[in-house]
């Protein structure tokens, strides 16, 4: 696997327990593994500072960047937050406001570069076997999880940022015993690999530029 130069871009990476990896090793989360994806390739990325906790909404990320130390300016940066939202029975309407406001704070983070921000789509943990120990239904989370990211991605068209959905690979593959942590609820790396490949190509266009 390659190295990472001492003159790699830096990384920022923005989220919840999907983006910290819950139940798996740093190495095998997604944004370490689209970092050295694209190490690979020959675009220099450093490993990512992750600003993310297990359980995370999207107030919580807020304010967990606000008291994270001075960021300062990156050369790439990730959000995929929301999820949380869903669970707690949270708005799409407070999602959106609240979604929009992270982004923009994404993009600041970037050097005001919005080409230099990538979204991925909120996971459906409705086709977890986890679901059954819920009131819900996967109809009803996944009827909400569309609302949602229909919501981001129109934030993330309107700011010209780049959305990649992986929720449908999270649909179809989130019930496999090899795609699941121990939890049966939180990505496997082997799902995380799913993401990092459908996130690749979007991440290394922009970084291209």
Same mark, same amino acid.
């Given at each position: 696997m390659a190295s990472?130069?001492? %003159?790699?871009? &830096?990384?920022?990476a923005l989220g919840d327990s999907y983006t910290i990896g819950e139940g798996v090793a740093a190495e095998g989360r997604w944004p370490h593994q689209l970092a050295h994806a694209l190490r690979e390739e020959g675009i220099a990325l450093a490993d990512p500072r992750i600003?993310? %906790? %297990?359980?995370?909404?999207? $107030?919580?990320?807020?304010? @967990?960047? $606000? @008291?994270?130390?001075?960021?300062?300016e990156w050369d790439f940066v990730t959000l995929l937050i929301g999820v949380n939202n869903q669970y707690r029975g949270r708005s799409a309407v407070e999602y959106r406001s609240e979604f929009e406001t992270l982004l923009k704070r994404a993009i600041a983070f970037a050097r005001g570069r919005a080409d230099r921000v990538l /979204?991925? &789509?909120?996971?459906?943990? @409705?086709? !977890?076997?986890?679901?059954? !120990?819920t009131q819900a239904t996967p109809a009803a989370i996944a009827a909400e999880? $569309? %609302?949602?990211?229909?919501?981001?991605?129109? /934030?993330c068209e309107a700011n010209g940022v780049a959305f990649v959905d992986i929720t449908p690979v &999270?649909?179809?593959?989130?019930g496999e015993t090899q795609m699941l942590a121990d939890d049966g609820l939180h990505p496997s790396a082997a799902m995380y690999t799913q993401w990092t490949t459908l996130a690749l190509p979007a991440a290394r266009e922009l970084l291209s530029r």
């Open positions: 990472v130069p001492a %003159t790699a871009l &830096s990384y920022l600003i993310a %906790t %297990t359980g995370w909404t999207t $107030d919580e990320l807020t304010w @967990g960047i $606000d @008291g994270a130390e001075p960021l300062g /979204v991925l &789509s909120i996971p459906d943990w @409705g086709a !977890t076997p986890f679901v059954k !120990t999880l $569309d %609302t949602f990211n229909a919501a981001a991605q129109v /934030v &999270s649909r179809e593959r989130g």
